[in-house]
């Protein structure tokens, strides 16, 4: 009699048995399959930016990481649902948390914005000279959040990104041939054919500066006091500085020995004796 009521209590719980071993299966199934996507998805956006010099491979591991979570995400709704756990009210407290912890990082958020959009345009790259969110400087690194900029003067400056995209990036570094645009005044009286003479034996003699494009070195404003030349000439981009800082004390050196007047500003005083 006791074997008999035991048979029927295993068969009562028998299709439930049944059921959770399938539905675990499944689940393990489903977890597999999922992992197995996430990673799969992963690995392919990694080598899409491994596989092109001009991609950022930090931008394509990050995207690599958010569709992998985002897949594990749906893998892990579809093995509560197995299990009969209603996921809706789980999705919706997973949103409203995300909105919180949104409206919580706006700024940590933007910046990763920003540095998605740098990463994906590159409108510089690592060791480029900038002058972005009123800094200049050079380029160290570039990550979703900050760009490092190293200065002439060795500081180490950390600028949010959302600052850089917000703003005018002006790139330095951007063109191999560069334009140093400078300007030098000289007398009236003085002749400006001889001024140009002068200036361009500066230029010529000058190891850095190109031939072609040739400098250019045109009278650009007539002042009060003073005709003033713009004096352009071109060079590649590393020897810029070299050009900016060195040229100007040459040409006046020039100047002064040709006996070309600089001027500067003279206060002319009249007394007028009264009788």
């Known amino acids: ?18 059921d959770v071993g399938i539905n675990v299966l499944l689940a393990g199934l489903i977890l597999i399959v999922g992992f197995y996507i996430a990673n799969k998805v992963s690995s392919i956006i990694n080598k899409i930016g491994e596989s ?7 931008l394509f591991r990050f995207l690599g990481s958010v569709a992998k979570y985002i897949i594990l995400a749906f893998v892990a709704i579809a093995v509560l649902n ?3 756990v209603q996921t809706a009210s789980i999705v919706a407290l997973l949103g409203a948390a995300g909105l919180a912890v949104g409206l919580a990082l706006q700024g940590t958020l ?12 590159r409108p510089y790259k690592v060791g480029d000279f900038i002058s972005a969110a009123d800094r200049f400087g050079n380029v160290q690194e570039i990550d979703l959040f900050t760009t490092i900029l190293k200065t002439f003067d060795n500081q180490h400056i950390i600028v949010p990104n959302s600052q850089i995209w917000g703003a005018q990036i002006v790139n330095h570094s951007f063109h191999d041939i560069r334009g140093v645009d400078m300007h030098f ?6 002749n400006t054919d001889e001024v140009r003479k002068v200036i361009n034996a500066v230029l010529a003699a000058h190891p850095h500066i190109l031939k072609d494009p040739a400098p250019f070195v045109e009278v650009e404003t007539l002042n009060d006091s003073s005709v003033d030349f713009l004096v ?3 060079c590649h981009g590393e020897h810029y500085f070299a050009i900016l800082y060195s040229i100007p004390e040459q040409i006046k050196k020039a100047l002064d020995e040709a006996g070309i007047e600089i001027p500067f500003p003279h206060r002319k005083l009249i007394i007028e004796k009264e009788q």
């Open 1 to 18: 009699m006791q074997d008999y009521v035991e048979q029927i209590d295993i068969n009562q719980y028998l299709p439930l048995i049944i």
């Open 52 to 58: 092109y010099d001009k991609l950022d491979n930090t």
């Open 82 to 84: 197995r299990f009969g």
């Open 110 to 121: 933007s910046n990763l914005a920003a540095g998605v959009m740098l990463l994906l345009f």
């Open 185 to 190: 005044g000289v007398a009236y009286k003085e």
């Open 232 to 234: 352009r000439p071109f």
